[in-house]
Nanobody, 126 residues
Framework: QVQLVESGGGLVQAGGSLRLSCAASGRTFSNNAMGWFRQAPGKEREFVAA????????LYTDSVKGRFTISRDNAKNTALLQMNSLKAEDTAVYYC???????????????????WGQGTQVTVSS
């Protein structure tokens, strides 16, 4: 199993930006897709973005398209989520996740991701 540690969350005003980072260790990172999910208070955890193992393909939920960018640096075992034009409704705990299948297609379902970070809080004030 891979260990994941997120960082970069915080409090930001609406319209601002944050960059989340996810550091992976314990297993080869470069052959697996990575995803970002979020969970707001009282709501279920939801898919935000995913990036394929080679970094060429990405997938986003509709509400963040054009504002968020997912990327990865396989040499540094790191996945990033650049969040711009933040809105109050983006407030949530953000989790990075590791897709357990080697070289899989991009997937949005939580069960496909078998390792999770502890989460980092993002709060957007309106």
């Amino acid at each position: 199993q891979v260990q994941l540690v997120e960082s970069g969350g915080g409090l930001v005003q609406a319209g601002g930006s944050l960059r989340l980072s996810c550091a992976a260790s314990g297993r080869t990172f470069s052959n697996n897709a990575m995803g970002w999910f979020r969970q707001a208070p009282g709501k279920e955890r939801e898919f935000v973005a995913a990036i394929r193992w080679g970094g060429g393909n990405t997938l986003y939920t509709d509400s963040v398209k054009g504002r968020f960018t997912i990327s990865r640096d396989n040499a540094k075992n790191t996945a990033l989520l650049q969040m711009n034009s933040l809105k109050a409704e983006d407030t949530a705990v953000y989790y990075c996740a590791f897709d357990g299948a080697l070289r899989s297609k991009l997937r949005t379902g939580i069960p496909f991701y078998d390792s999770w970070g502890q989460g980092t809080q993002v709060t957007v004030s309106s």
